[in-house]
């Protein structure tokens, strides 16, 4: 071959690799304000940003803990997203629970997991002194960290690695951030008496697919340990309460008025003085106290 031709092919190879270069790395000089991209060159470099933002995005995502089994599902902007019922989880699914770390110091539950008045009661509360410090149950990773003023008060949300997720409520301060990986132990806020709450305690929760269980199912409390270290969930056993669920979803209530009474209250929603005394657990004869909320079904 000439050196004629091969003084040709090398221009052509030159030119090319830095037109190449100019559209994923152009250079600006400082004194010219002036658009300097052709529009090959804009077409490009969009390619090259958004294969760039397209990898890192995918990475986040496979990043996650548990992201299959959540169907790569990650929010930090509500609590349950899944929107996945108790009646379409899966029959059983195992659970690694060999990193638990029990979260506080205190084994002393002042409130249930279950029925509450007129609303359901989605956690396990333990008493704690201001300032407590309060430890991630397993590793895994922050999703949510957040305020409700009405409600939580400062509390944070774990998707943990073996799949469960955990929720800690009415913190005086929240110690990690969003997206921030924790190992089980690790210290995540301090105990307090924020948002909706009589007094100092831990508002805990366990869900899975954004459903809560009642966490003396996994945890006993007493002696802070796990009743196994492998734990199965299933809906007849895990959710047993599911059918409280959907009786306090169909449930309906009176609100007392002036001159109301248990007789009066059942005539006008068609049961009987004794439906409504064992729904209310009260006695034909308890008074009614005005805005006092009665349920007939």
């Known amino acids: 071959m000439s050196n004629r031709k091969l003084f040709l092919i090398g221009c052509l190879f030159l030119g090319g690799l830095f037109n190449y270069s100019y559209a994923i790395s152009p250079v600006l000089d400082e004194n010219d304000s002036t658009e300097f991209f052709e529009l090959d060159d804009i077409d490009a470099h969009k390619d090259f940003v958004s294969t760039k933002?397209?990898?890192?995005?995918?990475?986040?995502?496979?990043?996650?803990?548990?992201?299959?089994?959540?169907?790569?599902?990650?929010?930090?902007?509500?609590?349950?997203?899944?929107?996945?019922?108790?009646?379409?989880?899966?029959?059983?699914?195992?659970?690694?629970?060999?990193?638990?770390?029990?979260?506080?110091?205190?084994?002393?539950?002042?409130?249930?997991?279950?029925?509450?008045?007129?609303?359901?009661?989605?956690?396990?509360?333990?008493g704690v002194k201001?300032?407590?410090?309060?430890?991630?149950?397993?590793?895994?990773?922050v999703r949510i960290v957040d305020y409700e003023r009405k409600g939580y008060g400062h509390y944070l949300v774990i998707r943990h690695n073996n799949g469960l997720e955990t929720v800690y409520a009415h913190l005086l301060e929240v110690l990690v951030n969003v997206n921030q990986t924790v190992k089980a132990g690790d210290i995540i806020a301090l105990g307090g008496n924020t948002g909706h709450s009589t007094g100092p305690h831990l508002h805990y929760e366990i869900r899975f697919l954004g459903n809560a269980f009642n966490p003396t199912k996994l945890i006993d409390f007493q002696?802070?340990?796990?009743?196994?270290?492998?734990?199965?969930?299933?809906?007849?056993?895990?959710?047993?309460?599911?059918?409280?669920?959907?009786?306090?979803?169909?449930?309906?209530?009176?609100?007392?008025?002036?001159?109301?009474?248990?007789?009066?209250?059942?005539?006008?929603?068609?049961?009987?003085?004794k439906q409504l005394c064992k729904l209310n657990k009260i006695s034909p004869n308890s008074i009614l106290r005005v805005g006092k909320k009665i349920r007939y079904k």
């Open 223 to 273: 002696t802070k340990k796990l009743h196994k270290k492998d734990y199965y969930i299933t809906k007849k056993d895990t959710y047993s309460h599911a059918k409280e669920l959907k009786a306090m979803a169909q449930a309906r209530y009176h609100k007392v008025r002036p001159g109301d009474n248990l007789s009066k209250i059942a005539r006008r929603y068609g049961v009987t003085v």
């Open 130 to 141: 201001i300032g407590d410090t309060i430890r991630a149950t397993f590793g895994g990773k």
């Open 53 to 126: 933002s397209f990898v890192r995005d995918t990475v986040d995502i496979y990043s996650n803990p548990a992201c299959e089994l959540y169907n790569y599902s990650w929010t930090s902007e509500r609590l349950n997203p899944y929107r996945i019922k108790i009646d379409s989880l899966p029959d059983s699914v195992f659970i690694n629970c060999s990193d638990f770390v029990y979260p506080l110091r205190s084994n002393h539950v002042t409130s249930n997991f279950g029925m509450r008045k007129y609303r359901y009661h989605y956690g396990i509360d333990l």
